[in-house]
């Protein structure tokens, strides 16, 4: 590997240093080998995998550490927070010359785990693994890892469950809430820690008149464009709390995520969201409020001499960035998904008579898609029970292509709509498998979901292309993990 080791440079009161505390009986889950590849992994790293990422392993060119940062969660002050039960054990330099982050999840307490234990169990490793995986393979800017492993210790949550550890991989770790850490608890290391986020992460805002705005703007932009793409992709963060956005728009800490199977856009993914506040559909809303309550963190790198209302007036000017750029990219990617022109007047109208039309129906969102790219219309049609709505937009969908040369837009189509999302009942099924020491069926998944725009027949399953059938529960999923 090739260490970059910046984050520990940084003042010392921004995080504390220790080693993972190894789970007994650690024992081989699964390896992502071409990320591995990516990350310029030796030989002799890819052998000590299970070692690095059960951590019993640590490298002597980076001290493992656990960061402090605060957070508004679910929209209330919860003061200090931080890295609970994960540690930052490496920074590297991948093939690409960028610097990624190691972080190994579930290495045990640290000062900032408050009342947890600094475990992680099984089906939450699972869980993520999967999905990074999958985010990533969509497209979608996102943490991903290079393995996980079981264990033969207990964890107790509701009942007594496996420990098991994750090696994260990450742009960048560094959380809306870092700043709000740091503007209540140590506010004379903002302008150094600002200025490092700008040197790491936007090197490009280093050259404005004014690099904090421009540092500012960007942010927001990335946001908003990842989270377009979650709305397009029909993903469901499930915890948009500030602690767990980062500053770079690369999806973080998405523990309790579903990808929304039927369309409802008030689905309540995580059953420990009892007010409905990080639905999918609030999302892009939530975004902006937590925008919003950073972009106050940035208040007091007000240049000396410059006036203040100004400033705040500047940061305010960044923010009205966000609403057009969320609109822009999701825009564009829904008219892709549709196989519309994106120039044509009526065709957002149209995709959004198709999105009314599988929310009336409670039609599948991805199988939906796939079916009108397939021009598959009467399979639609045969699941709606109000024809006259369907038939009123298939035929304002037809008279916008019929003006058009379609062979491009159904190109666009082909790349902009997944045959495989990874739906709840498809993970717990793994996750129940891996629970009884068979990772097959992870596997199966890792391998499906690499590809999910080319269907795949001699891997996917019936169950793989379809919710659960109406009489049966859906997976219900908690923060507890």
Request: charged share 20%; aromatic share 10%.
């Amino acid at each position: 590997m090739h260490f970059n080791s910046r984050y520990s440079a940084l003042p010392a009161k921004l995080y504390h240093h220790q080693q993972p505390l190894a789970l007994k009986g650690a024992k081989a889950g699964h390896f992502n080998a071409a990320l591995a590849d990516e990350l310029q992994w030796s030989e002799a790293d890819k052998a000590a995998w299970v070692e690095i990422c059960s951590g019993q392993k640590t490298f002597a060119e980076f001290e493992p550490l656990a960061m402090v940062y605060a957070g508004h969660q679910f929209g209330q002050w919860a003061g200090q927070l931080g890295d609970g039960r994960g540690l930052l054990i490496a920074q590297i330099i991948d093939k690409n010359g960028q610097t990624v982050d190691l972080h190994l999840k579930g290495a045990g307490s640290t000062p900032y785990s408050r009342m947890g234990d600094g475990r992680a169990v099984l089906r939450s490793v699972i869980r993520e693994y999967l999905a990074g995986h999958a985010l990533n393979a969509l497209g979608i800017p996102s943490s991903n890892a290079v393995g996980f492993t079981s264990s033969t210790q207990g964890v107790q949550r509701e009942k007594l469950e496996l420990g098991a550890m994750m090696l994260r991989t990450s742009d960048c770790h560094i959380r809306l809430g870092h700043f709000e850490w740091i503007n209540q608890y140590q506010p004379a290391l903002l302008p150094e820690f600002t200025q490092k986020c700008i040197e790491w992460h936007y090197p490009q805002c280093l050259a404005a008149e004014q690099p904090v705005l421009a540092f500012a703007a960007q942010v927001i932009q990335r946001t908003a464009v990842m989270i377009a793409k979650w709305q397009l992709a029909g993903f469901a963060h499930g915890v948009m709390n500030t602690d767990n956005l980062n500053i770079t728009g690369s999806t973080l800490d998405f523990g309790p995520y579903g990808f929304m199977e039927r369309f409802r856009p008030n689905w309540i993914n995580n059953h420990s969201d009892y007010q409905g506040r990080y639905t999918y559909q609030q999302q892009p809303s939530i975004g902006h409020w937590n925008l919003w309550t950073w972009l106050n963190n940035l208040i007091p790198l007000c240049p000396a001499g410059d006036d203040k209302a100004q400033w705040k007036e500047d940061l305010a000017k960044c923010l009205e960035q966000f609403e057009p750029a969320f609109l822009e990219h999701y825009t564009l990617g829904l008219c892709q998904k549709m196989g519309l022109p994106s120039f044509h007047k009526d065709s957002f109208d149209c995709a959004m008579a198709f999105l009314r039309v599988l929310q009336s129906e409670q039609l599948d969102y991805t199988q939906s898609f796939i079916r009108l790219q397939n021009k598959q219309y009467e399979l639609i049609k045969d699941d709606c029970l109000d024809l006259r709505q369907f038939e009123a937009f298939l035929t304002q969908y037809h008279g916008i292509r019929g003006l058009q040369d379609t062979a491009e837009l159904d190109a666009a189509m082909a790349k902009a709509n997944p045959r495989y999302i990874l739906r709840n009942h498809m993970a717990q099924k793994a996750i129940e498998l891996a629970e009884r020491d068979d990772f097959s069926e992870v596997e199966r998944l890792f391998q499906l979901l690499r590809q999910p725009y080319a269907p795949q027949p001699d891997l996917e399953r019936e169950s793989d292309l379809a919710p659960l059938p109406g009489d049966q529960p859906e997976v219900a999923v908690s923060c507890s993990s």
